[in-house]
């Protein structure tokens, strides 16, 4: 969607009035813009005037906020459940005015580059040279990290931070293996562990488990039972079971909603609430 200038300097105009009824006006337009056409607004308001992006940044968090949601109903009954729309969703709470498309192109040119790096390893279709060119791109070549330092964080949940800053937690980093594999036709899936997700390839023979939180480490099974052991946890088969997209979903949401809480943030916190009610109704 675009705008002539003209309009989108009226539209700054309307801002300052900071008449309600205004706003509400302008709420029933917002909506319908994209991602873009925010952008070229906000960039009409000038940067000295803090008080009048704060006001628009307000308002557009209102309006998206009533669109988000709407978009995780259409998106938990959707038949196809994509993890990218689904992962980009719960970015746009953080961000109404995020570019989707920006981030969806770093994603592509990775695939791409990958792809090409794929051709070239000696042994075509070993499960081991495959992970292994995999990792030394994304965790050496683009420098994906686990972010130990600052592990609470709610950037490390948004695919979008975790793009920009190549740090993330494991269960953003192993979206984004995910989301990479997908792109080149691997067998690749989810693996539920507890307090810490997980990657598996899915050999002819069996399974095997990649860690990308740390670097894209291999591990066994025991591996995984022992990890489990220094939780004090009962070990149970169904820790290895991939998860649907919309329980990687919820547990992501459920990962903001501890932060949250822990923060004192509890608009934040109670907002992904009622987007979990509507993954899980």
Known sequence: MTLPHSEIKA??????TQDESTYKLLEEQFINFDS???????????????QLKNEFLKLISRTKSTKIKKDFISWSTSPTQNLEEGVFLIASFNDPMLD?????????????KLEKNLKKIKVKNDPTSIINEINHYLFMEIGLMGNKENYYSPENSF???????????????????????KRLGLPFEGVNM???FLVQYMDSIDSIYI?????GEIITRADCKERIKALKMTWHNEFLSAPSNKQILARIMQNLINIYHSEGNFESKECLEDYV?????
């Open 36 to 50: 873009k056409l925010l952008h070229k607004i906000n960039s009409q308001i000038p940067s000295d005037d803090i």
């Open 159 to 181: 695919i979008n931070k975790v793009l920009e800053t190549s740090q993330g937690n494991p269960i953003l980093l192993s979206v984004i293996y995910l989301l990479i594999s």
């Open 211 to 215: 860690d990308p939180f740390n670097q």
């Open 277 to 281: 009610r509507i993954l899980k109704s």
């Open 194 to 196: 507890p307090a810490h």
């Open 11 to 16: 539209i700054t105009k309307l801002l300052k």
């Open 100 to 112: 989707t498309e920006h981030y969806s192109d770093i994603l592509n040119k990775w695939a791409d």
